[in-house]
């Protein structure tokens, strides 16, 4: 690919190439097909608006497998260009079964259990948090 010739000069999408700046709200992640859907946005300095299912820890979970194993497309968008704070969408990957991608990441993140925590450090963490 050739690099402009002119400092600012804008360079052409391929035919058919649009951004995505709206989609349908996101419901449920289990029915999340190729069509993109609005996941989530920023509200703030490290505050997230989550919508659909997404806001249940555990499908929260299962939308972070998908996304890091490349089964579910991830995409940004930065409505205002002063503040910065992305509006994100998802859909499935093509060429992947959504409904096999859904069962892997529920089947890998429920397998992943957190480490058992001693008797004696569950019992010292409760009397710390008591008034």
Same mark, same amino acid.
């Given at each position: 690919m050739d690099l402009p010739k002119r400092p600012g000069a804008v360079c052409g999408l &391929? *035919?058919?190439v649009q951004a995505l700046t709206d989609a349908p709200l996101l419901e449920r992640l289990d029915d999340l097909g190729y069509q &993109?859907? =609005?996941?989530g946005k920023q509200i703030?300095?490290? =505050?997230?608006?989550w919508f659909g299912d997404l806001t249940n820890p555990k499908e929260f979970k299962i939308f972070r497998f998908m996304r890091?194993?490349?089964t579910l497309i991830q995409l940004s968008y930065y409505p205002d260009k002063l503040v910065r704070f992305p509006v994100l969408f998802a859909r499935i990957a093509d060429g992947v079964d959504p409904l096999e991608a859904y069962r892997e990441a529920e089947k890998s993140t429920a /397998? *992943?259990? /957190? &480490? #058992?925590?001693? &008797?004696?450090r569950q #019992?010292? #963490?409760g009397m710390e948090a008591a008034p």
């Amino acid at each position: 690919m050739d690099l402009p010739k002119r400092p600012g000069a804008v360079c052409g999408l &391929p *035919r058919g190439v649009q951004a995505l700046t709206d989609a349908p709200l996101l419901e449920r992640l289990d029915d999340l097909g190729y069509q &993109p859907r =609005k996941i989530g946005k920023q509200i703030g300095d490290g =505050k997230w608006q989550w919508f659909g299912d997404l806001t249940n820890p555990k499908e929260f979970k299962i939308f972070r497998f998908m996304r890091d194993f490349g089964t579910l497309i991830q995409l940004s968008y930065y409505p205002d260009k002063l503040v910065r704070f992305p509006v994100l969408f998802a859909r499935i990957a093509d060429g992947v079964d959504p409904l096999e991608a859904y069962r892997e990441a529920e089947k890998s993140t429920a /397998a *992943r259990v /957190a &480490p #058992a925590v001693s &008797p004696m450090r569950q #019992a010292t #963490a409760g009397m710390e948090a008591a008034p």
